[in-house]
C-alpha cells in the first residue's frame, strides 16, 4: 500500500493573543484522492492548508507531506497551491500570472511557455490571457489562480474555495478538472462551504469544528453509515398508524415513513404494518445521508459536547 | 535563480505599471532636454539650442571653463534638486506600497507557497524596488554623459557615478519606509517616517557640518577660544550623525568622484568663481570644499549602510517570521 501523501499528527497552532486556531489536527490523505476539509468558518480550514504550504508557521506540527516533514521547502516545488480569495496584481496579464507562478517554481521561461499555452486553454482563459487581470471578473480570476496552481505539475494540490465568485458552467469545469487531475494520479486537497460540489468530485472528508476533526473518512462509508429507508404511500398517513410506525422505530411525515439503517431487513416490519393497515406503497428507496446533513450534524454535536 | 530573475521581472512589470514612473521619467526627460540645450560658440553660451545667447568672455567654445560650468550645473543645480530631491521623493511615494501590497492576504500565499526562501523573496523584493531609482537616475545620467561629449567635447565617465550615489540615497530612505511597512502594513507611515528621518538627516548634517566649519576651518581662525569650546560639541554631533544615514553627504560624494579636466574633484570654489567673475576672492570658498570633504568615503557611505543594513535586517526577521 502506497504511503499517504499527508500523514498529519498533532498540528497545532496558537495565534498572538493566545487564540487555538488548531487544537492538534491528525489527518491521512491517501494518494490520488480528492480530499475535502469542510468547516464552518473559523474552524481552521484554511490555516491547516498555510501551514502545510509554509504562509503560517505551526506552533506544533508532526507527519509528512509527500514524505517530506511539513515545513520543507523543496517539497513545495511537488504542490500547487490556489489560496482563498486569491488577489493577482492588477498590472499583470492573466498570461503573466501563470508564468510568474512558474517562475516561482523554479521552472525556466522556456520550459513554462507551452504548459502555460495549455493551462490557459484548459481554464478557458485563452482569449483573455493578454489582458490585465483588473479587468477580470472574480470567476476569471479564479480560472486564472487554478491554472498558476497547476503550472508546476503538482502531485499535491491545495485549493482553497475554488469555486468562489464562479457559475455554475465554471463550476462544473472545475469539477471536471478535478476528477481530470485524479485519473492522472494527482492528490486534491479541496477546502469548501460549497458541500454540495464537494459531494460530487470528493473521496474522502475531514469536518472541522473549532480547530478539531470531528469526522474524517470516506465519504461513502461516513453517509453510509447514516443510511435511511424512505416509504413514500399513496395517502396521508393517520395518527393510528403514525403512533405505530414510531413503535418500531420509524418516523413519519405526511405520506413518508423514514427508517434509519443500511440494512434492508430493518424496513421490512415496516412494510408489514403498513400493508396490514391497507396502505398503498408507491415507492421504498434507500436514501443515503447528504454531505450537507452530515456536516450539519457533526458541527452541531460538536457544538453540544463543548456546551458546560 | 528563476525565481530571483522572476521577482526582478515583475518588480520591473509593477514600477512600469505605475502613472508616477512615467511622470518622473517625463520630468527627467524634460530637464534632461533643458540641459542638452545648453551650448557654447565662439562669443559665448546659448541656452534653448541657441535661441538666447548670452556673451561670456571666458566661458567659450572650446574654453577650459565651459566644461567645469557643464559638470557643475548637473552636480550643483541638477543633482541635488531634481534627482536627490524631487525624484526621490516621487520615488518613495512610488514604492511605498509595494511591500503592503505584496503582504496582502491572498497575494502573498502565491509567493511564500513556493520553494523560495522568504529571505530570499524579501530581498529580492526590495533590491527590485530600487530598481525605479536606478532607471530614472541611470537614463538621465546616460543622457548627461552624451551631453558633455556634445556639448564640451569630452568623454567623462566620472559622471555616471552620480547613478550608484542616487540610487544608495534612495535605498538608506526605502529601507525605513520597508521596515515600517513591514512593521504596521502602512504606505503612508512608511512614507512619513522616511521623511521624518530624511529631515533628522540634513539637520544633522547642518548642526556637524556648521560646527566643524567654526571648530576647524579658517572660517572661525578668529576666535581660537570659541574654536576649543566648539570641538567638544563637534565630536558630540559627529557621534550623533555617525548613527543616521547621510543623504546630503553621499551625494556630494558625487562631487569628490567627479573628474575634471583630468583632476579628480569637483571645486565648489571654480564653479562659483566662473559664475561670479570676480565677485568672490580666491580662496574664498576653500572652505566650503574643505567642509563638504570633512568626512571620509568611507565613513559617509559605511556607516549609512550599516543603517540601512541594520533596518533591513529587522524588516527581513519581521517579514521572515511572519504569520501570513
Known sequence: MEPPVLDLRHVRKIYKGRVEALRGIALEVPKGSVFGLLGPNGAGKSTLVKILTTVIRPTKCEGTMLGHPVGHKPTLRRIGYLPENARFP???????????????????????????????????????????????????????????????????????????????????????????MRSEGRTIFVNTHLLSE????????????????????????????????????????????AAALREKGATTEARTVLSRGANPEVVQPLIDLLRARGAIIQSIQPKRMSLEELFLEAVEEARAENRP | MTAIVTLLIDS???????????????????????????????????????????EH?????????????YIGIFTKFIVPLWITWIAIILGLISTASIFPDFMTEGSIELSLSKPVHRLKVFLTKYVGSLLFMFIQVGLFTVLVFLALRWRVGTWNPSVLWMVPLSVLV????????VLVNVMTRSTLAGILFALLIWFMSFVMN??????????????GKDDPEMQEMLKP??????????????????????DRMIKVKGKQGFSTEDFTGIIFGGMIQEGGLEGVDQVMRRNSGFYVIGSSLLFEGALVAIAAGIFCRRDF
Open chain 1, 90 to 180: 492588477g498590472y499583470l496579464s492573466g498570461r503573466q500570472v501563470v508564468e510568474y507562478s512558474a517562475g516561482l517554481a523554479g521552472i525556466p521561461s522556456r520550459r513554462a511557455r507551452p504548459r502555460v499555452d495549455e493551462l490557459l486553454e484548459l481554464v478557458g482563459m485563452k482569449d483573455w490571457a493578454q489582458r490585465k487581470v483588473r479587468t477580470y471578473s472574480k470567476g476569471m480570476k479564479q480560472r486564472v489562480g487554478l491554472a498558476q496552481a497547476l503550472v508546476n505539475d503538482p502531485e499535491l494540490l491545495f485549493l482553497d474555495e475554488p469555486t468562489d465568485g464562479v457559475d455554475p458552467e465554471g463550476r462544473r469545469e472545475i469539477r471536471i478538472i478535478i476528477d481530470e
Open chain 1, 198 to 241: 464537494l459531494e460530487q468530485v470528493a473521496d474522502r472528508v475531514a469536518i472541522l469544528s473549532k480547530g478539531e476533526v470531528v469526522r474524517a473518512g470516506d465519504l461513502m462509508e461516513l453517509t453510509k453509515a447514516r443510511q435511511e429507508f424512505e416509504i413514500v404511500v399513496a395517502s396521508e398517513i393517520g395518527e393510528e398508524l
Open chain 2, 12 to 54: 520591473y512589470r509593477l514600477l512600469k505599471a505605475r502613472v508616477l514612473f512615467w511622470i518622473t521619467l517625463g520630468i527627467s526627460g524634460l530637464v534632461g532636454l533643458v540641459y542638452l540645450s545648453i551650448g557654447f560658440n565662439d562669443s559665448g553660451m546659448t541656452l534653448f539650442f541657441g535661441l538666447i545667447p548670452l
Open chain 2, 57 to 69: 568672455s571666458e566661458l567659450r567654445r572650446g574654453s577650459e571653463l565651459a566644461e567645469l560650468f
Open chain 2, 170 to 177: 534612495f535605498s538608506y530612505l526605502y529601507a525605513v519606509v
Open chain 2, 206 to 219: 547642518f548642526v556637524e557640518g556648521n560646527l566643524y566649519t567654526y571648530a576647524f576651518t579658517d572660517a
Open chain 2, 233 to 254: 560639541w563637534y565630536r558630540g554631533s559627529r557621534l550623533a550623525y555617525t548613527v543616521i544615514p547621510k543623504t546630503k553627504q553621499t551625494t556630494e560624494f558625487g
